[in-house]
């Protein structure tokens, strides 16, 4: 058990929860904004992205 571990686990999961599937309630509460799916997609690619070079 490395408290490490699961300390960068929910950080992690925190972002990608933050960072994708908010960019994703944004796009359905407001399709106006206009980020659409593939802004959505590039949403979640770049929380990955961030986390990687963030916590390796």
């Known amino acids: 058990m490395n408290p490490q571990k699961y300390a960068a686990e929910l950080i992690g999961t925190f ?4 960072g994708g599937c908010g960019s994703a309630v944004l796009a359905a509460a ?19 992205l961030t986390m990687a070079y963030a916590i390796g």
Request: proline share 4%; net charge negative.
């Open 30 to 48: 407001f399709p106006e904004v206009g980020i659409g799916l593939l802004g959505v997609s590039l949403a979640f690619g770049l929380t990955v």
């Open 15 to 18: 972002w990608l929860t933050f």
